[in-house]
């Protein structure tokens, strides 16, 4: 539990914190650094891309509102060169910039105005999540299901021969799945494995990823049916076509 035991100095993971606005960024830095992590501070897009690149940071916090090239570019322009992931922070209620942002490849988002303890749960749950990714890699593991391929050395999914170009987030989801074929996964479940403790109710954050991940397997693979909805439980893997 990367929160409840901070990471010993030396070791501590680099958070980029991604934030045209001076109060909010010295606010997070502040939390960041008493929860033991190491935060460096862009206020800009194009700041932000250098820093991806040169600082190799292990999670970056990004609002969305930013001069210049936004929040959005900037999702699209990391995913173009990096895994990291990503949380953005955008305002209450704004569901379309939440279907928007998972969409583009970010694994999770925080709403304004911000609750710091809320945010630095959700900044400990993506780390967590990126290191037991970490974990199936070094398993080696390689899944086959009718029509699907998921090879865990390369992270690379293909369905029906076709490469499928998944989020981190995305891609636990589908492995969840596709390890225990024809049963059903309840959505706590999937929220506690995929995302982490204290989101088993977070259902909407479940229901997009789950929609992007249709999305791009119906793409790759169309009229083929990879997860179904067990109606009030939750999905299962489909083994064959059904
Ligand atoms: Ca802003």
Known sequence: MTGA?????GHAERILVVEDEP????????????HGWRPLVAADGGEALRLVDEARPDLVLLDVGLPGLDGWG??????????????FVTARDAEADKVRGLGLGADDYVTKPISFPELMARVAAALRRAISWGGLDDQG???????????????QVYAAGRPVHLSPTEY???VRLAERPGEAIGHADLLRTVWGPGYADDLHVLRVTMRNLRAKLAEAAPGRRYVLTVYGIGYRFAPAQE
């Open 5 to 9: 035991n901070p990471t010993p100095p």
């Open 141 to 155: 593991q390689e899944i086959r299901r009718p029509g699907l391929v998921v090879d865990a050395r390369s992270h």
């Open 23 to 34: 109060e909010f960024a010295e606010l997070a830095v502040l939390w960041l650094e008493r």
């Open 172 to 174: 636990r989801l589908l």
């Open 74 to 87: 900037v999702i699209e322009q990391i995913r173009e060169r990096s895994r990291v992931p990503i949380l």
